[in-house]
T-cell receptor, first 114, second 115 residues
Framework: AQSVTQLGSHVSVSEGALVLLRCNYS??????LFWYVQYPNQGLQLLLK??????LVKGINGFEAEFKKSETSFHLTKPSAHMSDAAEYFC????????????FGKGITLSVRP | DAGVIQSPRHEVTEMGQEVTLRCKPI?????LFWYRQTMMRGLELLIY????????DSGMPEDRFSAKMPNASFSTLKIQPSEPRDSAVYFC?????????????FGEGSWLTVV
């Protein structure tokens, strides 16, 4: 069965610092990988996704993630944090097949200190 | 373009009452999903539809929960009778056809409190 692990529940960084949110998945077949962001009192919106092709994926708001098959990882990074990045971030995985379900990790709350 | 529209945004109800949550997916999307989000359990997929047909309802917690999709532009999630442990944010989401690499688009959620 597919699964996603997001270690820790909370990350705090200073404004301008590097943001690194970790995601590992377990799968026996090639995955599709997603990062979603949830701002307070809102629904989830897609930050970026990897399906095929280039393993370094760029998303909205300056975020990017790299698919590393050997490490079964899809960590999310941003070089310089902004106060507006404070939100909850979810990693998710699905697989080929029209009815493959999207499985979410438990989410990580990102706080940004002034 | 309008996104996924959910109603009501907030509902407070008494234990034992029937709750109906409504969703209008993005036009042209063939997949519709109902998720539940709680602090304890995170995001859980309750049920999803493809072309108005329920495909997988294994996440529906018990018989008190039911979901319908009478047409391509409308779905309901009903809880009868409601219990305090049903308090959560319920998200509706939709996705175009063409495989599981597609983006799922979420509504803003229905915040349910059962007292």
């Amino acid at each position: 069965a597919q699964s996603v692990t997001q270690l820790g529940s909370h990350v705090s960084v200073s404004e301008g610092a590097l943001v690194l949110l970790r995601c590992n998945y377990s799968s026996s077949v090639p995955p599709y990988l997603f990062w979603y962001v949830q701002y307070p009192n809102q629904g989830l919106q897609l930050l970026l996704k990897y399906t095929t092709g280039a393993t370094l994926v760029k998303g909205i708001n300056g975020f990017e993630a790299e698919f590393k098959k050997s490490e079964t990882s899809f960590h999310l990074t941003k070089p310089s944090a902004h106060m507006s990045d404070a939100a909850e971030y979810f990693c998710a995985v699905s697989f080929t097949g029209a009815n493959s379900k999207l499985t979410f990790g438990k989410g990580i709350t990102l706080s940004v200190r002034p | 373009d309008a996104g996924v529209i959910q109603s009501p945004r907030h509902e407070v109800t008494e234990m034992g009452q029937e709750v109906t949550l409504r969703c209008k997916p993005i036009s042209g999307h063939d997949y519709l999903f109902w998720y539940r989000q709680t602090m304890m359990r995170g995001l859980e997929l309750l049920i999803y539809f493809n072309n108005n047909v329920p495909i997988d309802d294994s996440g529906m917690p018990e018989d008190r929960f039911s979901a319908k999709m009478p047409n391509a532009s409308f779905s309901t999630l009903k809880i009868q009778p409601s219990e305090p442990r049903d308090s959560a944010v319920y998200f509706c989401a939709s996705s175009p056809s063409g495989g599981s690499g597609n983006t799922i688009y979420f509504g803003e959620g229905s915040w349910l409190t059962v007292v």
